[in-house]
């Protein structure tokens, strides 16, 4: 029951029985998971619940786009390669402020955030911004999918020109149909479930803080994932084989 505690504080009350239980046979206990379960409601150890998708993108009814979806749903991580399929969208946050935006981009071999970008609006440059990190940072070979609904961001001239500079095929999902990037959908629920909800923000400053260290020192590196066989998305990468461009090929 310690060790329980233990690793259910680190997750500062988010985790439930099925990843406390994962977390210790990582750590080497031999245990069932109804005995975990069993005695985390015994203490009263609940982990948090996320809410439904909500839509925060609109589309634009004057886009003139000819993309498709090219993922139908296919979201298993063991159905692509890193950094051949990545999905893209945006959440908002409320502070005392205002409103903070925020973009990501998911690579979806490894639920890896791989790019993102925050600020007080929600034009085209934050999603571009978003991708241009993620690109600096991943350096893909040209080919690789960029899947998003179809809000007007992902949609403008400013991004496409972007995708095409970088030759990365576009993907939208289909009119209305949330689930079509659930990847993306899946981070914002455990990102507001497991952080924003439980805290009241007095300045985008203060968000903008702890969200990177949500990402960065949480959820790529530490946090497990039911759909990676509950090992973090760093852990997971480190058994992969990433399609990069070599640093010669580049130059």
């Excluded at 692509?80 to 402020?97: K, P, V």
């Excluded at 759909?227 to 070599?246: A, F, M, W």
Aim: net charge positive; charged share 25%; aromatic share 10%.
């Amino acid at each position: 029951m310690e060790k329980i505690k233990v690793i259910y504080g680190d997750s500062k009350g988010t985790y439930g029985s099925p990843r406390v239980h994962a977390q210790l046979r990582a750590d080497g206990e031999t245990c069932g998971g109804n005995r975990v379960a069993r005695l985390m409601q015994q203490e009263g150890l609940v982990g948090r619940f996320k809410r439904r998708f909500r839509r925060t993108t609109l589309p634009n009814p004057d886009a003139m786009t000819t993309a498709v979806d090219l993922v139908r749903r296919v979201f298993g991580p063991d159905t692509t390669e890193l950094n051949r399929l990545w999905c893209s969208d945006i959440t908002y946050i409320r502070t005392w402020e205002g409103w903070l935006y925020l973009a990501t981009v998911i690579d979806v071999a490894s639920r890896r955030v791989v790019g993102w970008a925050m600020g007080d609006h929600m034009r085209a440059s934050l999603v571009c911004d978003a991708l241009s990190m993620a690109v600096a940072h991943r350096r893909p070979k040209p080919g690789l999918i960029l899947h998003s609904d179809r809000g007007s961001q992902y949609t403008s001239e400013q991004f496409v020109s972007l995708l095409d500079r970088n030759v990365i095929r576009q993907s939208l999902s289909r009119p209305g149909q949330c689930w079509d990037n659930a990847v993306a959908e899946s981070f914002f629920a455990s990102l507001k479930c497991e952080l924003v909800y439980q805290n009241t923000w007095p300045t985008r400053a203060r968000a903008r803080s702890a969200i990177f260290e949500f990402i960065e020192g949480w959820y790529n590196r530490r946090r497990l994932h039911s759909s990676l066989g509950y090992i973090s998305p760093v852990d997971y990468e480190g058994t992969r084989t990433p399609l990069v461009i070599k640093a010669e090929e580049a130059a």
